[in-house]
């Protein structure tokens, strides 16, 4: 019979670990709390469409207080007054002045030669010396003429008068018996032969008298066209003279010396320089705001100048509009033709606005609607936004202040309803 060695086991009592349990209850209850904490955010999570980076979105949060609407933009100093100098006719061209120098008003530029307009003025102006001359000469026939009918007509009346009176002494003797009746009939008809010859010699005078007239004044107007066509090629000959239109300085050349050139051909430009304005480029968006008469401000050099919007132009180029900026009072001298300077042009002032920073969000959503950002959840919502500026946006509607909007980014939300923002 095998022994066994349950003569050398004994009872050993164990003893509770307290330390160990109460660790135990705390790594329990420290889970219960973590998932407490975290359940909302995860059912959050879960109940959102999509989920983005906060990372890649840019927020802004919903303002009141003042709102400017301005335009800010690089512009250059132009002259407002730059006439460009075209010649007047073909020729060979001998330039007075270099590009930068100072001219003043009537100043000859440069000179045209011409041979065919010279000539073409000299011979028209003979012409006009010949009509003067028959001008003239009938002027003198006619006095002539008018002197030739005159005495036609005195004579007329003399013979009229001799043979009244001829009739008169052969009728008082006829009644004394000293002439016979043949005597007082022969004086009567002389008496009515001279009165026919006095009628018309009244007559030629005054129909005569109306076509020299008439002849004289034919001539006269002839002289006068002659005249008026001298009178524009001689305007044409002094034109070949090119004279500054304004004081200012010669600005670009754009011929060479001695050149020679076809009518109507550039020939230089001429800048006012005491009138100079400022251009700028404005966006179409803003162009339709955009008035004469509008309050600016143009700064550069260190120095700010108030202005005004003098001129809008009608066309819109790579999506831009033209505008000028006038200077109010008198041209600063320090500025320099097509020198750069900022320009700012104020549309509209108001104050007490709800506003919010312009983003990328109301050209996606078309100013209809934003995501409104609470507990990490960014939640579309219905907006209506008002007018706009550089840096701002006005809403009308929709949001109230303190509310956080993403305003760039969103086109990664797909449109989503409801979209968790991550860290």
Do not use: C
Not at 202 to 225: C, P, T, V, W
């Amino acid at each position: 019979m095998i022994r066994d060695t349950s003569a050398q086991d004994r009872l050993v009592e164990v003893k509770s670990n307290r330390k160990r349990r109460f660790a135990l209850i705390g790594a329990g209850i420290a889970v219960v709390a973590g998932l407490a904490i975290a359940m909302p955010g995860a059912m959050r999570l879960f109940s959102a469409d999509a989920s983005v980076s906060a990372t890649r979105l840019a927020f802004a949060t919903v303002t009141r207080g003042p709102f400017v609407r301005d335009i800010a933009a690089e512009g250059k100093v132009v002259a407002a007054v730059s006439p460009t100098l075209y010649a007047t006719s073909g020729g060979a061209v001998t330039l007075k002045v270099h590009a930068g120098d100072t001219v003043k008003q009537g100043q000859v530029l440069a000179t045209i030669v011409s041979p065919e307009l010279t000539n073409k003025l000299a011979q028209e102006q003979s012409n006009a010396d010949a009509m003067e001359v028959e001008y003239k000469r009938a002027q003198i026939d006619a006095q002539k003429k008018r002197a030739e009918l005159q005495q036609a007509f005195d004579n007329a009346q003399i013979d009229a008068q001799a043979a009244r009176r001829t009739l008169e002494r052969n009728t008082a003797a006829f009644a004394k018996g000293a002439v016979s009746k043949t005597d007082v009939d022969t004086a009567n008809d002389t008496l009515q032969k001279a009165e026919i010859a006095e009628r018309h010699a009244k007559a030629n005078l005054g129909m005569d008298n109306d076509s020299l007239n008439f002849d004289i004044q034919a001539k006269k107007l002839a002289h006068e066209r002659q005249a008026l066509l001298v009178k524009d090629l001689q305007r044409q000959v002094d034109d070949l003279n090119v004279k500054s239109p304004v004081d200012g300085q010669v600005g670009q050349l754009f011929i060479a010396e001695r050149a020679t050139v076809a009518k109507d051909a550039q020939l230089l430009s001429v800048i006012d320089l005491s009138a100079l304005q400022v251009e700028m480029q404005v966006p179409e968006s803003f162009a339709r705001d955009l008035a004469i008469g509008m309050p600016g401000e143009i700064s550069g050099n260190g120095t700010t100048w108030h202005g005004k919007v003098s001129a809008i132009s009608p066309e819109v180029v790579n999506g831009e509009v033209a505008a000028r900026l006038a200077f109010d009072g008198a041209t600063p001298k320090q500025l320099r033709q097509s020198q750069r300077l900022s320009v700012r042009v104020l549309l509209d002032k108001r104050d007490n606005v709800l506003t919010v920073q312009r983003g990328s969000f109301v050209d996606e959503s078309g100013g209809n609607y934003a995501y409104v950002v609470r507990d990490g959840i960014a939640t579309k919502t219905p907006i209506r936004v008002g007018a706009s500026s550089i840096d701002k946006v006005e809403i009308l509607d929709g949001l109230k202040e303190g509310d956080k909007i993403v305003i760039s980014g969103t086109d990664s939300f797909k449109s989503a309803p409801r979209v968790a923002i991550s860290s």
